[in-house]
């Protein structure tokens, strides 16, 4: 099973900026979807942002639209999410996670592998 391996959470205030990182400990078809989850206490775990290894394809969360990018650095093998305009409402503890695709898709239900996850906190 793949290892991902997370690091740049922290505490910010609102209106600031993070960058999380995520490392696949290995590249296969398994790793070709690579996203992050966010999950804040009382709430389920909902999609933030993927990309698709290949096509550069990315989705993003209504929630996140126009703040977050995702991006991956092919020679580093690391995923980045780059997240500017924070909001209280974005803390939560984060997770990367990593699938196939699905029909050419990264669907949020393709994720079957799981980082420990990063807490990102945001003071109003």
């Known amino acids: 099973q793949v290892q991902l391996v997370e690091s740049g959470g922290g505490s910010v205030q609102a209106g600031g900026s993070l960058r999380l990182s995520c490392t696949p400990s290995?590249?296969?078809?398994?790793?070709?979807?690579m996203a992050w989850f966010r999950q804040a206490p009382g709430k389920e775990r909902e999609g933030v942002a993927s990309?698709?290894?290949?096509?550069?394809?990315?989705k993003y969360g209504d929630s996140v639209q126009g703040r977050f990018t995702i991006s991956l650095d092919l020679a580093k093998k690391t995923r980045y999410l780059q997240m500017n305009s924070l909001k209280p409402e974005d803390t939560g503890m984060y997770y990367c996670?990593?699938?196939?695709?699905?029909?050419?898709?990264?669907?949020?239900?393709?994720?079957?592998?799981w980082g420990p996850g990063t807490q990102v906190t945001v003071s109003s």
């Open positions: 290995q590249t296969t078809y398994s790793t070709i979807c």
């Open positions: 990309i698709h290894s290949g096509r550069r394809s990315t």
């Open positions: 996670a990593a699938g196939p695709s699905s029909g050419g898709f990264c669907d949020w239900e393709v994720y079957n592998s």
